[in-house]
């Protein structure tokens, strides 16, 4: 059977930078090690007043394309993967369209469009939806684009405000990919849940500790259900574990469950047992207050050993170099880890070619998605054309002062009259508004 999955990805990030310990903790009478330890944050992506979902998800999705020479006639669907939306009927993508038709040769006339919603899970969904138009044969021999784009900003003083982020992941699927190819199996989990949702409102309302719960269990559910698709997970299965990474931290609570999962049974669980014991069994316990306590102490004592703490330095670790510097990108985070990982393998001069990803996705409402990538040989090259890392240097350095305002700009609340902060340069600008109340983009 071809190979189906990612040829080819880019990242453009809002062009200004919120400091955190430095700027932003002491503002709010923060401690800084709360960001730089607990969420495990340095620094927030933030959009400057010309760029929004679109002008990012454009700016990726045209150097992605001319990076790897497709012309729009080339591409037969374009989906959009987004939780900050303007409009409820004309979807993103037709902006997007429009504006790449604006300096691409060619049109985007036959492509199918549309818009995915599912909160930060909706841009793992969309690459499913490429996965399968492909492998259906309804694609022509042609590529699908995928776009995750968001303005992850919360209300002013709200606990996720820590957390904000603002940038796009672009992603072109097709077959013989450069970059990883998908596999039939997956794993979901899914239930009702009210931990994060905008109901006709900009910013989100969020009960944060439950969502950070929620994600916890619906990934649990989750890799239960690929294993019972694909076989038992072992830690040394893959090179890396990309996760959906609304901050550092959470995934750092993730993995350490998540380890303790899949070393059950292993000899990772026989190492540790030296110096911790075993795993408690539900069997051993008449009570389940007991076990759960029991439970508790061993994985707080597997957190401290060099068993965990080396998987987890090779294995999780690399995935959130980027995440640190950025933020949330809802939509676009588990890819922004995903890059995150090849980009350390790549500067590290590792061969990952033919090892596997066990990518984690998670959006709130809840659902949680587990399936894994094989590196293809072109990896090394795509990820080395990256310059996500020069984009982070180069964003304008915020003051408190004018993050207020910036934050005030982007709120559809407020009436503001904001210069902008950066100079844009080859980029795609929002260029004011149309007479139906539709946005205007221009190629600067
Ligand atoms: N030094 C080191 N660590 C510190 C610290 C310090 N000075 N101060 C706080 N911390 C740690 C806390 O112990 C906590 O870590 P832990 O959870 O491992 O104990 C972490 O930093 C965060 O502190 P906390 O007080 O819990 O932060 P918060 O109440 O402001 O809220 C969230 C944290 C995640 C709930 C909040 O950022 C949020 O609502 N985010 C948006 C929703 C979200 O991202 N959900 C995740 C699932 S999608």
Not at 107 to 124: L, V
Not at 158 to 167: F, L, R, S, V
Not at 298 to 321: F, I, N
Request: negative net charge; glycine residues 8%; proline residues 4%.
């Amino acid at each position: 059977m071809t190979a189906v999955g990612i040829d080819g990805l880019e990242i453009w990030a809002g062009k200004l930078e919120l400091d955190l310990p430095e700027v932003f903790a002491p503002a709010q009478g923060d401690d800084p090690g709360k960001y730089t330890k607990g969420l495990g944050l340095h620094a927030s992506s933030f959009p400057d007043t010309y760029e929004d979902i679109v002008t990012m998800g454009a700016n990726a999705a045209l150097r992605l394309m001319r990076r790897k020479d497709v012309a729009p006639d080339e591409i037969g669907r374009i989906d959009v993967a987004t939780e900050s939306a303007f409009d409820k009927s004309k979807p993103v993508s037709t902006y997007v369209a429009g504006c790449l038709e604006q300096v691409l040769d060619g049109d985007f006339r036959h492509a199918n469009k549309g818009e995915r919603k599912f909160a930060c899970i909706s841009g793992t969904q969309a690459l499913d939806d490429a996965y399968n138009w492909v492998r259906a044969g309804r694609h022509r021999g042609k590529r699908a684009l995928v776009v995750a784009t968001d303005t992850a900003l919360y209300a002013r003083d709200d606990a996720g405000e820590a957390t904000q982020g603002a940038g796009a992941v672009a992603m072109l699927i097709g077959e013989d990919p450069d970059l990883v190819s998908f596999t039939q199996a997956q794993g979901f989990g899914s239930m009702d849940e009210t931990d994060f949702l905008k109901p006709q409102q900009q910013f989100p309302s969020v009960d944060g500790q439950r969502s950070v719960q929620v994600y916890l269990a619906r990934m649990r559910e989750a890799v239960e259900d690929y294993e019972s698709q694909a076989g038992d997970v072992h830690p040394e299965d893959f090179a890396y574990a990309p996760f959906h990474t609304p901050f550092p931290g959470m995934v750092r609570k993730a993995a350490l469950l998540g380890f303790r999962h899949v070393s059950r049974d292993t000899e990772y669980e026989d190492r540790v047992a030296e110096e911790i014991g075993r795993q408690p069994r539900r069997e051993e316990f008449d009570d389940l207050e007991g076990f759960r306590a029991a439970l508790k102490d061993y994985t707080d004592a597997l957190a401290e050993t060099d068993v965990y703490q080396d998987w987890y330095a090779r294995t999780v670790e690399p995935t959130l170099e980027l995440s640190r510097y950025c933020g949330n990108w809802y939509t676009g985070s588990v890819h922004v880890a995903r890059a995150s990982g090849l980009l350390q393998a790549a500067e590290a001069g590792q061969d990952l070619t033919g090892e596997r990803l066990l990518v984690g996705s998670y959006g709130s409402g809840a659902q949680a998605e587990i399936h894994h990538e094989t590196i293809q040989p072109g990896w090394e090259e795509n990820i080395r054309a990256l310059n996500v890392k020069d984009q982070f240097r180069d964003r304008y350095d915020l003051t408190y002062e004018e993050y207020e305002r910036i934050h005030d700009a982007h709120n559809h609340e407020k009436e503001t009259d904001t210069d902008e902060l950066a100079t844009p340069d080859e980029e795609f600008v929002f260029d004011g508004w149309g007479r139906m109340g539709e946005r205007k983009y221009r190629y600067v």
